[in-house]
């Protein structure tokens, strides 16, 4: 299997100003065309690091991807280094140099700075990938059979690159293997007690599958990946696998192929024909978010409210202001009468309700940072449930319950 | 100024399922001591690939710390790798094994698993400094006056254990220097462009200050860090420096000191005692959930609607149904209704408004995946404005218009 090693150039990442989700998203890719990446590195801007990074990423690896340091400004030395270690020099590309152009005359911006002209300098030796959603063009050099592409560090710039133009290169490149991923996803039961019980199985496992123990917030994805030359016999292999696993841990197992929770819960909603709504407090949107960050959620979710203060909850969630002076804002009565409010608002088969303090600050009725009580509502059913995450941070808090709230509600989903 | 290593562990990470964000915290963090995060590196759990990694950090930095590879299951070698590669033997600790046991108490699960018992099992030479929201401890190594910490790899283990523990215990421990950050967010014009402007300001900026680019959407963060031993003289040092840096980019200006776009809203907010809400289509709750990521939002923030059906957009927001059938749902004119309607409901100063076709299926009128029309209202003034930006993926088309929207609020609101 090739093995590749993904370098991260950019001090934005090492002084925590940015989170690298470029390697996520390459390892991701990579992945499924059955490249391996065994190590992802961030390093520094300078010339010195860059070439040490390649020498040792081509030691352990036959592909390096780098993204970073590409950018017109000061403190971009990717190029320079690129060179130096390839041995060769850096000169003007008249094909990138007229893309570039005309990629800022599309932008209005005829005018073309000596700064982007620098842009369309790359090393002699490389085959350029031209870059349609920004001005950096991604590079390729090759050394012994080895690949080295070097693209800019803005996410929305490496996709494409990524997706529509190395991937397809590398699929034709090499003769890839196939590699096939399934995920079950359990809840309920502590990853210890999860492992105990499936030991046995595990141990079984055939040599050219690998199982992983990814644990998310209280559901624990078990990850199967095989490796091999038939696409066929590894679906069927894994599916053997799976089923031998089920029967260990019954009645815990909320999916056996989509990883995200949001899908699981989208291919539930759209079998079943049902839609569904929100109302939310201290989740403040994100819950709706998840739901709608799937594809095709215009089919299932209709609406959803985020009531941040209270006489809104009052006035647009039809709550009874009684019950918030009895029980206060944070209470199972007002998360109850905010799915039902809710529910009826959007007219939708289910409906969510969150109502919490996500913190620092206490809650405007002293109640304690961390507590959220949330309502599930199912036609006519609803299910309340309270939750104490005290040491969460403000955004976790927030994306640990709208997590937990989707796992409950399938949960529900399978067993009615 | 001492240097630190993180090495992440787990194949998770390198497979794409999870990205990495203990780092960005990490790093975060250490910065604000003083302490310069050089390398990230993540590896795969296999005992000699971590000595080695321990090895290749210790040759850089004074200061390693791992993440992952702690959990209960089977698929974690971390422990053994550091008892190898510090020469040293793994034995049960009693204070650990008592702190563990406390935990599973308080948790309901008195019957403590032979497999968290190995938990309890350290390197002998290890300090433990124990880990209250999660089984695995954290170990710290040290040799030759270099140190090691080896922690879970869950983000909310890892954060208070990094915050309550590490950094207090770092702060004594070394003589630390001083490190003073400031950002400056500047919009409306190009990277390339902005570099030319402000290029002989940074070639004369002291040694001690380094400049960075961020560019995040349309708006570039100008990161100027300084160190030094005397936090005021750095604090003066960078201010003098920004003040020369303001006129060259006058007018492009909309913040000098927080960095996020919706906390340099919430000061704005707060300090104009203004109120706020939201009524979205395309962005799905992102817009909402981005000002109430933001502690003390409560203040401002009083709701928000995810109107994703046309005809909750017609009830709930009170458009106009001839508007719809008119100019379409994706249109100038139904976000100008739609942040009426939303100011009405909630009763605010602001409201904002996005309609558009987040993709990757085409809007129900045939409209173009990554077209969005929002509207910024402040009392009764209004600013409608298109966006068009098909190349972005679902989730980072919802990330990229929200944080538009705010951005363009905040310009909106520094001139007015």
């Known amino acids: ?135 950096a063009p991604c590079m390729m050099m090759e050394q012994d059979g080895k690949l080295c592409y070097s693209l800019p560090g803005v996410p929305y710039e490496v996709k494409p690159l990524i997706k529509d133009q190395i991937i397809p290169y590398l699929q034709k490149r090499f003769r890839l293997h196939y590699i096939h991923t399934r995920i079950v996803s359990v809840v309920g039961i502590p990853e210890s007690i999860l492992a105990d019980k499936i030991e046995n199985w595990e141990l079984a496992l055939p040599e050219n599958i690998a199982l992983s123990y990814l644990p998310v917030g209280t559901r624990v994805k078990l990850r199967l990946t095989a490796s091999g030359d038939n696409e066929e016999l590894l679906k069927q292999q894994t599916e053997e696998e799976i089923q031998k696993l089920l029967p260990l841990v019954e009645g815990h197992v909320i999916a056996v192929s989509e990883d995200k929770i949001e899908k699981i819960l989208a291919e539930m909603l759209t079998e079943r024909n049902l839609t569904i709504s929100t109302a939310e407090s201290c989740t403040g949107g994100e ?44 209470s199972e009565q007002v998360a109850q009468e905010m799915a039902k409010g809710c529910q009826q608002l959007f007219d939708t088969h289910i409906s969510l309700s969150t109502t919490g303090v996500a913190g620092p600050g206490k809650g405007e009725d002293g109640k304690d940072v961390g507590t959220v009580y949330y309502t599930i509502r199912i036609h006519d059913q609803e299910v309340t449930s309270k939750l104490y995450m005290p040491h969460l941070e403000r955004v976790d808090f927030m994306n640990f319950v709208s997590q937990k709230v989707i796992q409950d509600l399938v949960s529900l989903l399978i067993n009615s």
């Open 1 to 135: 299997m090739e093995k590749a090693v993904l370098i991260t150039i950019g001090d934005e990442i090492l002084s925590g100003n940015t989170v690298d989700t470029n390697s996520n998203f390459i390892a991701s890719e990579l992945k499924n065309i059955g490249i391996k990446v065994i190590q992802i590195l961030t390093i520094s801007d300078e010339i010195d690091t860059i070439k040490n990074a390649l020498n040792n990423a081509f030691e352990i690896g036959d592909l390096v991807i780098t993204t970073g340091g590409l950018g017109p400004t000061r403190d971009d030395k990717t190029k320079k280094a690129l060179a130096e270690y390839f041995d060769d020099e850096i000169a003007l590309d008249e094909v990138t140099f007229n893309h570039l152009k005309g990629y800022m005359e599309r932008r209005g911006r005829a005018d073309i700075l000596e700064r982007n002209r620098e842009q369309a300098f790359v090393p002699t030796k490389s085959i350029v990938f031209q870059n349609h959603y920004g001005t």
């Open 287 to 330: 819950l709706a978010k998840m739901i709608t960050s799937v594809s095709g959620s215009s089919k299932y979710f209709l609406g959803g409210m985020v009531a941040y203060a209270t006489e809104k909850k009052i006035k647009i969630l039809n709550i009874s202001k009684d019950t918030v002076e009895q029980f206060t804002v944070v």
